[in-house]
């Protein structure tokens, strides 16, 4: 399966190309392409994500200010290359982050507390969504650690989704 950078990119591109009234439209057309963003191998088949699985992500652009309401991408003109998206994505989830109350410095000092407890806690991204007691659920808080834009732009990376390494706090 692709990345979530991949699939947001191709949602954003669609929704630049033809305007879409509800976000199940949009979902909806987006998952009717087939796209390789959207498939996973099961038992040796192609399978292509739902359209119902494909609205999680579009909620995740417009959570995310990248798409307005209306799903008007936000992204100007000049900026709408791979590497534009991916610099105003990891900017935009950044800022998500923090006014959600997991800016890369809450993120640190959770990782240093766990990993400093007697007897220390790894630090998973359920430890640490634990400890930082934030006002969004666990899934718009793993969402944003999967993004690798984001991820590159604070140095925080989860390791196959199990523990959160920073790279001059905590080494594999």
């Known amino acids: 399966m692709m990345h979530i950078d991949d ?6 591109e ?9 976000r199940s439209d949009l979902a909806r057309a987006v998952a009717s392409k087939r796209l390789a963003e959207f498939s996973y191998e099961r ?8 359209w119902s699985t494909v609205l999680e992500y579009v909620g995740l ?9 209306e799903l008007r991408p936000t992204i100007p003109t000049e900026r709408v290359s ?5 610099l105003t994505l990891g900017e935009n989830v950044q ?17 240093r507390e766990l990993i400093q407890r007697s007897p220390a806690q790894l630090p998973t991204p359920t430890t640490v969504f634990n400890l ?12 944003a650690f999967s993004v690798r834009a984001f991820q590159q732009r604070i140095n925080i990376h989860p390791k196959q989704k199990s523990i959160l390494t920073i790279p001059d706090i905590l080494r594999e």
């Open 61 to 69: 652009l417009v959570d995310y200010g990248l798409l307005t309401a």
């Open 14 to 22: 669609e929704a630049h190309a033809v305007s879409y009234k509800t």
């Open 82 to 86: 791979r590497r534009g998206f991916d």
């Open 132 to 143: 930082l007691q934030l006002p969004i659920n666990y899934n718009g808080f793993h969402k």
């Open 43 to 50: 038992k040796g088949e192609r399978q292509y994500l739902t």
């Open 95 to 111: 800022s998500y982050a923090t006014e959600h109350g997991f800016s890369p410095e809450r993120v640190r000092a959770a990782v």
């Open 7 to 12: 699939k947001l990119f191709r949602i954003f």
